[in-house]
C-alpha cells in the first residue's frame, strides 16, 4: 500500500500501462512536458519519448478522430480532454464512430480507446470547467462510461480500460484529483462492469458514482450517528450497469436513494430509479428517490455549493422516504 | 524525395475535353508525364466498370432493391486514379460516393452494397483490404486517416493513407483539423478533395470563397495540387506523386480534382430545383470516359476488339452485381446485439433474449 492522490494513481497506471504494453500512446492539450494541467500525465514525455506522450494541436474532435485511427492500425490511445466542457468538440467523433466502427464492422475493427475527462464541480472552476456530461455518453450505444470514486479504484479502473477492447470514457472526479489515499497498486484490476458496496447499511441505500460517493459516505456517517443505517453503493461502471449488486443492495433495505452531482432530468440518476423500480418494486417501501443538480447550468464559484448534493440534502430526502408508513 | 513539394494551383490537364493531349509547353508544371498507354487501358477499363456499375446500382434504387445510391456517374477518373495511386498495404478512406474507388482497392461490390441494401453497415473487412468503411458524416473519416497513417509510422511501416472527401466537407472543420494534425505530425496522407461542385443542392460558392480548395493547403503548410478531375492521365500522375512524396517524406498532400456531379445527389433528389440542364450540359462533353476513349483510340491503343471485352466484362459484372443485390441470406436479427459491445452485457442480452422470444411468437401467429 502507499499513499498517493488520485492524480498519483491515473498518473502510475498510465505509466506501468504504457512498460507493459508499447501499443499504448498518450496525446492531449498540454499533457507533454507540461504533464497536463492537473499534472495527471507528468513526467510521461520525459521517460517514455515523444512517440509515446505528446502533445496535439487544440483541437478535440482531432484528437479522438486521430485516435480512431490510430487504434485501426493497431495502437491503444489514451487521450485527455483538458475539461468535460471542452470535450463537445469531439462528440460527433466518439457518438458517430469511436462508439459505433465496432458495431459497424461486425466486430472486424475494435477501437481500444480510452478517452480521459476531468469531470464535475467543486473546484470553484468558472464556466465550462465543472459539467457532469456523463449522460450524453452512457445513452450511446457502444461506449464503455467508468468513473472511479476512489484513488485504488482510479488506478486499477484506468488499467482495465487500458487493456480492454473496446472506446471507454473514463469520468475523473477531478474535486478529488488531491486527496490522498492508501491504494494498492498490485490489487486485483477490478473487472469493468461491477459496482460495489463501499459501506453495509439497513435501513436505506445510497446509490451515488464518481464525486458523489465521497458525500454519500459522509452522510451516512451523519446518518449513523443520527440512529440510522444506510448503505452506500458506488456505481463504478455507469455503463456496463451492475443491476445484480445495485438491486440486491436495495432489496436488502427497501428503501433507495440516488445521489449524483449531474442535472437530473433525462439524467444517470433518472436511469438508475428506473431500473432500481422496474426491479425491485415489491420490495420498496418508498419511491425511490434522488439527489442531483438543479436543472441548471453549472453555477459560477460562488454559487455552487447550493447546486451540488451535500449531506443534509441527502439526509432530508431520506427523511422522506415515507418511514411513518411502513 | 525532397521534404517540401511546390503547391500547384493551376490546373493539371495532360488530356483536353476533347481527348487531344496537351502540349507539355501548356503543363502549368514540368513535374508531370503523361502516363503509358498500357497503364491508361487499365484507368480505361476500370472506369467502364465503375460507370457500369454505378448505373447498375442507380437501376436498382428505381427497382427497390437498393434504397438509396449516391452515384459518381462522371466522377470515375477520380474513383479509379485515387485506388490506383495506392501501393499494396496502402490504406483508403472513402465516402458514401466513392464504391467505385473501394471496388477498384479489390473488394468485392456487392458487398460494398450490402450497407445501401440495407442488411449490414460495412459489409467488407477493412482490416483485410485496407479500407475504411464508406463514410456517412462528412470530413469524419479524413482524422481516421490521419490517426492509421501516424500510427504507421510511428510502428515503422511503409503506409500512405488516401483520404478522399467533397467539396462540401471542406466546411467542415474536421476537414482543417485533419490537414492541420497532418501536417503537424508529418502524417503521409493524400487528401483528394472531388471538387464536383455541389453539396446535394449547395454549390460551391456557397462554400468557400477561397480561389481555389487546393488553396486550403497553404495554410496549413500542406503543399496543395489543383488537377483535371475528367483527366484521369493528369489525376494518374498528380496522385501518383503525392504517394511517393507522403511514402518518402511522410507528409501530407492536398489534391482538389475539379469535376462535377452530373446526376443527382441521390436517386430521392431532385438537381432541377437548384441547378439548370444548361448548366449540366456545359459539363456533358467533358466526361472523362469519353475523352479517354478519344485519345486512346488516336494513338492506336485501344481498338474494337479491346472494348468489346471490357464492355463484355462490365455486364458480366453488372449481373453479378444484380443477383448479388437480389439474392443473398436475410439479416439476422441477433446481429442487432452481437457487436455493440466486444462482450454483450447482461442488458443486450436480455435485449435479445426479448427479440428472439417476440420472433417466435410472430412465427407461430403466421
Known sequence: MTKMTMVGALNAALRDAMVEDPRVVVFGEDVGPLGGVFRVTDGLTAEFGEDRCFDTPLAESGIVGMAIGMAMNGMRPVVEMQFDAFAYPAFEQVASHLAKIGNRTHGKVRLPVVVRIPYGGGIGGVEHHCDSSEAYYAHTPGLTVVTPATNEDAYGLLRAAIAGSDPVIFFEPKKQYF?????????????IGRAVVRREGTDATLIAYGPAVPVALAAAEQAQREGRSLAVVDVRSIVPFDDATVTAAVRATGRAVVVAEAQGFASVASEIVARVTEQCFHHLAAPVRRVTGFDIPFPPPKLERHHLPSVNRILDTVDELQWDES | MSSSLESVLDTVRLIDPDGSPVPPDRYPSDRYAIPADADLVARYRSMVLGRRINDQASALTRQGRLAVYPSSHGQEACQVAAAAALRPGDWLFPTYRDTVAVMERGVDPVEILTWLKGDRHCAYDPLE????????????QLLHAVGVAHAGRLQGQDVVAM????????????FHEALNFAAVFRAPVVFLVQNNKYAISVPLSRQTAAPSLAHKGVGYGVPAVLVDGNDVAALDAVLREAVAHAAAGGRPVLVEADTYRVQAHTNADDPTRYRTEAEVEEWRPR????????????RGALDDAQEATITAEAEALAATVRDGVSHGPAPDPDDLFEHVFSAMTPQLRAQRDLLREELVAEGADR
Do not use: F, M, N
Not at chain 2, 464508406?134 to 469524419?140: E, G, I, K, R, V
Not at chain 2, 462540401?168 to 472543420?173: N, V
Open chain 2, 287 to 298: 466526361d472523362p470516359i469519353a475523352r479517354l476513349r478519344t485519345y486512346l483510340r488516336a
Open chain 2, 129 to 140: 483490404h485496407h479500407v475504411a468503411p464508406q463514410t456517412t458524416p462528412l470530413a469524419t
Open chain 1, 179 to 191: 486527496t490522498k489515499e492508501e491504494v494498492d497498486v498490485t490489487a486485483d484490476v477490478p473487472p
Open chain 2, 163 to 174: 483520404a478522399l472527401c467533397g467539396d462540401g466537407a471542406t466546411s467542415e472543420g474536421d
